[in-house]
């Protein structure tokens, strides 16, 4: 595969990732997955925020967002029609062995170019499918809600299924709570209560999840954010999950568990493009 003008490293499309770099040795580092439509990332002031303040969490300087936008540009083209993705990686740069990291770090930024999935268009009308992923998140408070370089349980959890019909896999805590899925946040609603797990220990906190907290009530709908056991979640008016690529989507079933396709997802996906 030719990776020409596919991704820049530190603004350079020649530059290799070092044997040294943090990021490639322990997972030292954070990510941001957005759309960019005629090279312009959506909602790109919540993807920089987040960014910032993931890397805030675990001391990384982000680089700017003026460096950020210029290597997109570099990337992208004006001219191409169809929406494409970007993948944003900070990494605190090279360290000697160790996990201390050194005193003075220069942050490595990768920006990777693809394209979006091709979603099949019934998915927005009928819901999909989940999987319940036998694997389960582990509590760690310090990194709760950022989206760090090390995903191993999201790895996990994404190779025990197969199935094509299956969009994605909903994942638990070790108390059996539902947190998020492997790609996606997720809602439950009761009458006008719409539910999102709280991420206080563990999973990622992304920007869709953020927007539909902000647009709720604008939908008639009260926002809590709080445990949601998977046994409560059964007895949901409707499910839905979320991301900054698909929008959001009308969950149809988990395992054998069947929830009703209604209109808050189709709703949901109007208001964040409104």
């Given at each position: 595969?030719?990776?020409?003008?596919?991704?820049?490293?530190?603004?350079?499309?020649?530059?290799?990732?070092?044997?040294?770099?943090?990021?490639?040795?322990?997972?030292?580092?954070?990510?941001?997955?957005?759309?960019?439509?005629?090279?312009?990332?959506?909602?790109?002031?919540?993807?920089?925020?987040?960014?910032?303040?993931?890397?805030?969490?675990?001391?990384?300087?982000?680089?700017?967002?003026?460096?950020?936008?210029?290597?997109?540009?570099?990337?992208?083209?004006?001219?191409?029609?169809?929406?494409?993705?970007?993948?944003?990686?900070?990494?605190?740069?090279?360290?000697?062995?160790?996990?201390?990291?050194?005193?003075?770090?220069?942050?490595?930024?990768?920006?990777?170019?693809?394209?979006?999935?091709?979603?099949?268009?019934?998915?927005?009308?009928?819901?999909?499918?989940?999987?319940?992923?036998?694997?389960?998140?582990?509590?760690?408070?310090?990194?709760?809600?950022?989206?760090?370089?090390?995903?191993?349980?999201?790895?996990?959890?994404?190779?025990?299924?197969?199935?094509?019909?299956?969009?994605?896999?909903?994942?638990?805590?070790?108390?059996?709570?539902?947190?998020?899925?492997?790609?996606?946040?997720?809602?439950?609603?009761?009458?006008?209560?719409?539910?999102?797990?709280?991420?206080?220990?563990?999973?990622?906190?992304?920007?869709?999840?953020?927007?539909?907290?902000?647009?709720?009530?604008?939908?008639?709908?009260?926002?809590?954010?709080?445990?949601?056991?998977?046994?409560?979640?059964?007895l949901a008016d409707e499910v839905i999950i979320c991301n900054s690529l698909y929008g959001a989507l009308s969950v149809n079933k988990i395992d054998h568990k069947k929830f009703p396709v209604q209109n808050l997802a189709k709703n949901i996906r109007d208001?964040?493009?409104?």
């Amino acid at each position: 595969m030719n990776h020409k003008n596919t991704y820049l490293i530190n603004g350079d499309f020649n530059q290799g990732i070092s044997p040294l770099d943090r990021g490639f040795a322990y997972g030292d580092g954070v990510f941001r997955t957005m759309l960019i439509r005629n090279a312009q990332p959506d909602n790109w002031p919540l993807h920089y925020q987040k960014l910032v303040a993931d890397c805030a969490v675990i001391g990384i300087v982000c680089p700017s967002a003026e460096l950020l936008i210029s290597d997109m540009q570099q990337l992208f083209s004006v001219t191409e029609n169809q929406p494409e993705v970007a993948k944003i990686i900070i990494t605190r740069g090279e360290g000697a062995r160790g996990y201390a990291p050194p005193a003075i770090t220069n942050p490595t930024r990768v920006v990777i170019k693809s394209a979006i999935s091709k979603y099949a268009p019934d998915i927005f009308v009928k819901g999909v499918s989940l999987h319940l992923c036998e694997t389960r998140l582990p509590e760690q408070s310090k990194l709760a809600g950022i989206k760090h370089l090390n995903r191993l349980e999201n790895v996990l959890a994404r190779m025990e299924w197969n199935d094509e019909s299956l969009f994605d896999g909903l994942m638990l805590d070790q108390q059996s709570n539902v947190i998020e899925c492997t790609m996606s946040n997720i809602f439950a609603r009761f009458d006008d209560v719409l539910i999102t797990p709280d991420l206080s220990a563990c999973g990622v906190a992304g920007i869709t999840r953020q927007r539909i907290i902000w647009l709720a009530s604008t939908l008639s709908l009260k926002v809590e954010v709080k445990p949601l056991s998977f046994a409560k979640m059964a007895l949901a008016d409707e499910v839905i999950i979320c991301n900054s690529l698909y929008g959001a989507l009308s969950v149809n079933k988990i395992d054998h568990k069947k929830f009703p396709v209604q209109n808050l997802a189709k709703n949901i996906r109007d208001a964040l493009r409104a």
